[in-house]
Structures are given as structure tokens and as C-alpha cells.
């Protein structure tokens, strides 16, 4: 129970509360509702139209040295791909981002080059090939 509370049962409070200004304590740590935005559907109208990706990791090594998943997901048919990567752009290993362009187009090559990526902008994207 805070000072407030245990106030109002023992003093008339209506004449203090509008003489006082909250403490400084009191207004930092005071519950704070946040609204939280509507989600909206995306539409995507056919297969590959529409798919994300994003780098998993880092994973115990492999026998070929890989410790990286890039997965790629089809929004329309929910088809999952991993494909097991080296190098990404976190650890800074590889600036050019080379690994993970090679999976890209390994990608594209096998099924088609889609209209839309979605990606969270992580490094791995961003770097000399892309």
C-alpha cells in the first residue's frame, strides 16, 4: 500500500492533493499504458510472389565448417527452405556479404526471382553484393 492510500484513511485528502505536485519518484515509475497497433493481414496473391528471409545462428559447426542457417519462406504456400551458410555479416567475417548472396541466388536460380523480400534489414543484406 503507498503513502497515498494510507493518507486517505486517516486525513481529509481533497485539500492536499490539489496543493501537491507528484514527486519525481512517483512520476517515473507510474504505470504507463501503451496502445498497441492493429495488425494488418499482407497480402499475397500467388505462390513466390511474396518471401521472407532471415539468418539463424550461430549453430555448433558442422563437418563443413557451416555455422549459419539462411531460411527462406514463400508467404503464399508456407514452403520453409534452410540453407546452411559459413559466414554472415554479424561476426564480421565476411564484409561482402559473399555467403549469403551465394545462397540468395541459389535460391533464385532453383525457383524463380520473387516481386517482394521481406527481410528485417539485418547486416547480412546489407553489404558490397546486395
Known sequence: MNVISKSTQCFNWSFFASRSE??????????????????????????WHMIGVDLIGPFTKSRNGNSWC???????????KAIPIKFCMIPIKDETGEATSKAM??????????EVILS???????????
Open 70 to 80: 539462411l531460411t527462406v519462406t514463400d508467404h503464399f504456400t508456407k514452403w520453409l
Open 105 to 114: 541466388l541459389d535460391i533464385f536460380n532453383t525457383n524463380a526471382s520473387p
Open 22 to 47: 507528484p514527486c519525481l519518484a512517483c512520476h517515473k515509475f507510474e504505470k504507463t499504458e501503451f496502445v498497441v497497433p492493429e495488425l494488418k493481414p499482407i497480402k499475397v496473391v500467388s505462390p
Open 120 to 130: 528485417d534489414r539485418g547486416h547480412e543484406h546489407w553489404n558490397k553484393v546486395w
